[in-house]
């Protein structure tokens, strides 16, 4: 009887855990695009890479830190496919209050300071069909989304775009 | 016998090269730093010194780093945006994370040279804490193959 007892407690123990295992794949599915392959990192700080997808010129990834072992989202040049260029650990990304996460590549050239806009990458939730920012409007295809200014931009806020045009986010930059 | 033995091998040890620290810069302390919009931190910066800032020395950086900590007094880990970069005389670069009000009390926030156009040159690595609440945390430059 003891034992069936601790059977059938080792067996909801192990029920509640594949429960909250799912719970957390759905959270990463939110941004799983279409390729969602396992990619080899070429940088030992980030480990199991997964694309999420491309766009412009850039690979996106979901992966996780060697450090923390916080998530993180990564995007770097899609000929280098593994190889990082930005990466943010830990970050309140993907959530409904936060259905994009940008990655504004910023500078300045002397003798201006004024900092500008070089080029945007945004990964997205389901449901962002856009993002806008300087009024350029850029898809969101397969959840991410990038351009380069062939002129760099004055810092302006980013929006997210519903399917219907509604603005359904705004950053400051 | 046995402290002759023991000088010997002391000096073996301070004759052995040791790793170079050259290649990493850790900066500041993580004990109770706050990093606010206006706080400067580590060797001077070129660019924005009005700035929450901290500047690496010169060297071929290939990584700037800078992580944010929460806990005890300190926001949790802070709202703001943060500035990881890379600087010489003619330019900057970086990346312009916000940090929303949501994330871990861990965040680290990246970005390498060749990723910025910055890639192979003699240049300070650089964290701005540009805007937003005060907050706990610490920049880091590597270069070479120290950091990934």
């Known amino acids: 009887m003891k034992k069936l007892i601790i059977i059938i407690s080792l067996l909801i123990v192990l029920s509640f855990g594949a429960i909250v295992a799912a719970s957390k794949s759905t959270d990463i599915l939110a941004l799983g695009g279409t390729d969602d392959q396992p990619v080899a990192s070429s940088h030992g700080d980030l480990k199991s890479l ?8 850039r690979a996106f990834y979901r992966g996780v830190s060697s450090d923390s072992g916080a998530t ?10 593994g190889e990082p260029g930005a990466s943010a650990c830990g970050v309140d990304f993907p959530t409904t209050e936060r259905p994009i996460f940008t990655f504004p590549l ?11 806009l070089y080029r945007l990458d945004v990964v997205a939730i389901d449901g962002v069909a856009a993002v806008r920012v ?20 004055p810092l302006s806020p980013i929006q997210a775009l519903d399917a219907k045009g509604k603005v359904i986010y705004e950053e400051g930059l | 016998m046995r402290r002759f033995i023991v000088l010997a091998g002391a000096l073996v040890v301070l004759g052995v090269p040791q790793p170079a620290l050259a290649g990493s810069w850790i900066y500041p302390n993580l004990t109770n730093v706050w990093w606010t919009p206006n706080n400067p931190s580590g ?14 020395g010169w060297d071929y950086w290939h990584n700037s780093e800078f992580t944010l900590v929460g806990g005890g007094e300190f926001f949790c880990p802070g709202t703001g945006r943060v500035f990881p970069s890379f600087q010489n005389n003619d330019r900057i670069r970086g990346i312009f994370y916000y940090n929303g009000p949501d994330s871990d009390c861990y965040a680290e926030l990246d ?16 964290s ?21």
């Open chain 1, 50 to 57: 997964h694309l999420i997808g491309r766009a412009g010129g």
């Open chain 1, 72 to 81: 993180c989202i990564v995007v770097g040049s899609a000929e280098r496919l």
């Open chain 1, 106 to 116: 910023v500078g300045a050239d002397a003798p201006s300071t004024e900092l500008k």
């Open chain 1, 134 to 153: 300087a009024g350029h409007t850029i898809p969101v295809v397969d959840n991410v989304a990038s351009i380069t200014f062939a002129q760099p931009q």
């Open chain 2, 43 to 56: 060797t001077p910066c070129i660019w924005y010194t009005d700035r929450g800032r901290g500047c690496s």
């Open chain 2, 111 to 126: 970005v390498y040279d060749t990723d910025v156009g910055m890639g192979g040159w003699y240049m300070k690595a650089s």
């Open chain 2, 128 to 148: 701005y804490y540009w805007d937003g609440t005060s907050s706990r945390g610490h920049a880091e430059a590597y270069s070479g193959g120290d950091h990934g």
